[in-house]
Structure formats: C-alpha cells, structure tokens
C-alpha cells in the first residue's frame, strides 16, 4: 500500500488483503467482492493480515456469504452492522447542490495533517488512526484528493476521493459536531464526486454509516448491495 509505512495490499481471485498499521478493524482485513471467491485463497489472507497484529474485518456482499460467514465464526470474528454500498451514475443532482456559505478546497499533500484532524474530531476517532492513513505520500498519488470545508475561514468538514480506473470511491467525510445538519456533508461529498466525474469517472461508489444514507440518497446515490462485516473481538 504505497504510502502508508505499514501498509500492504495483495489480491487473489475474487477477493483483496490488506492491511494499514491503522487499528481500526475495517481498516485492515479481507474483502471478497465476487461470488468465485476461493474460500481457502481468503482463509489464507485472512491469516497474513492475522500476522500483522492488527484488528481486522472481513467483508462480502450478502449474495456472496455462506461459506465465508462459517469461515469468519471460525476464527472468532463476530458479526458487526453491515454496511450498504452505494453508487452514483450521474452528476445531476451533484452538480445541482447550493453549498452555501461553505468554501470548498483541495487540499496539497503537506495538508494531510488537517484532512486527519478534522476526521477524527468528526468520527470521534484518535487522530493518529487518521496520521497513519492519510500521510503526504499517499495524498501525493495520481487520483487522490482530499478538501476542507471552511465557514468564514474556519475548517467545518472534510472528504477524500479516490480516482481509480472508471470510478471514483469516496471517503472519510466528517463534519465537525457542531457544523451538522448544514449540508456541509453533502456539498463537500457533491464536490468530490463531480471532480472525479469531470476528471473521466463514469460512476462514483462509497459506504455509507446510518447517519449517512438519507444525505447520500438525496445527492443522487442508490444502494446497490449490503454487505457483510465480521470483526476481530
């Protein structure tokens, strides 16, 4: 994983590990995105990421469980909220979106410090989960951006996207307690999308928290799968 110290990623048929030196339990683990997926190719990544000594997740959309469910009991891993996948094929109703007094700006890679800030602070997370994550390097490569958000100068919000082949995923948008219900959220999310949009991304793609889905849902993005999360205890 270019760019975080500690990170590493590594793909089997159907299927991705990886891990970040973060320790967040969906933040390293195993995803397996397709239904060929070979229950023993992620039993083995399940075991390298194990290795690490971090807590890990494994995820996989709901069509494709079963057998990997046995697999995550197996390794004492218990059954966390799933989590909805949503995607966007359209800019419209982005593109629409008044943002307001908020001022919207992409951030260098020396600014990773303020994307990380403000994201523990909105997900009530320590700061150097954040540091560990979003380093300069990995702001430095092709594709990924990261904005503040700012009333009257003062950082409110934060969002990261990601531009990868024909899509972009979005991520980490926080907005700092006191700023919600504003829209802020979802004009600094409408900002990120559009940019990978404009930049040739055909659809965009995030996972929403509850907390989340209605301000997604209104900016045009449908789920498209639930998927399962099972976490080290």
Known sequence: ???????????????????????????????????????????????????????????????YTGELSELAEERGMRRNADLPLMVLTSQAE??????????????????AAVHAELAAAGFDAPVDAFLGLMTPAVMERPGVRAYVGKIDCEPVATAVGVSLENHVGIFNVATLPPHRRRGYGAAITARAVCDGLDQGARWAWLQSSPAGYSVYENLGFKLHESWECWITT
């Open 94 to 111: 982005s593109s629409r979106l008044d943002q307001g007094d908020l001022v919207i700006e992409e951030l260098e890679p020396q600014q």
């Open 1 to 63: 994983m270019v760019g975080v110290p500690a990170g590493w990623t590594e793909r089997r048929p159907g299927a991705v590990g990886g891990v970040t030196g973060v320790p967040v339990p969906t933040l390293n683990g195993v995803w397996a995105y397709r239904q060929d997926a070979d229950r023993g190719a992620i039993a083995g990544l399940l075991e390298r990421v194990a290795a690490a000594g971090m807590p890990y997740c494994l995820q996989s959309a709901r069509r």
